[in-house]
């Protein structure tokens, strides 16, 4: 029904910059929350910034004044962009999307399939 799509993950320096994207596809009537979450090796999977439909943010206080959610909702994308960053951002980047579909009376929980982001010192 639904699919997010990340890109834009890789490897970079300490202090540097990157940029991630997700697009949501399929039966999409609205996207309410939308954003990403990550997850660590040995760690649980947490909160990184969201962003809701009214263009509300929220953060992990780790990743605050570093980190910038945005979403263009024609496009039915989200984007990280992550500056300054750090040895401990490196892990599995989730795309996650709360997301009422034209099959569904109700808003779902979506996530994409995950892509990495390594911070080498």
């Known amino acids: 029904q639904v699919q997010l ?9 300490a202090g540097g910059s990157l940029r991630l994207s997700c697009t949501a596809s399929g039966n ?12 660590a090796p040995g760690k649980q999977r ?3 910034a969201t962003i809701t439909s009214g263009g509300t943010a929220k953060y992990a206080y780790s990743v605050k004044d570093r980190f910038t959610i945005s ?3 024609a496009k039915n994308t989200v984007y990280l962009q992550m500056n300054s960053l750090k ?3 490196t892990a599995v980047y989730y795309c996650y999307g709360s997301i009422l579909t034209s ?13 990495q982001v390594t911070i080498s010192s």
């Not at 996207?31 to 979450?37: E, K, L």
């Not at 109700?106 to 994409?112: C, F, M, N, Q």
């Open 5 to 13: 799509v990340e890109s834009g993950g890789g490897l970079v320096q």
């Open 71 to 73: 979403r263009d909702n």
């Open 46 to 48: 947490g909160l990184v």
């Open 87 to 89: 040895s401990e951002d």
């Open 103 to 115: 099959r569904s009376l109700a808003l779902r929980d979506y996530w994409g399939q995950g892509t």
């Open 28 to 39: 999409i009537v609205h996207i309410n929350t939308i954003g990403w979450y990550r997850q």
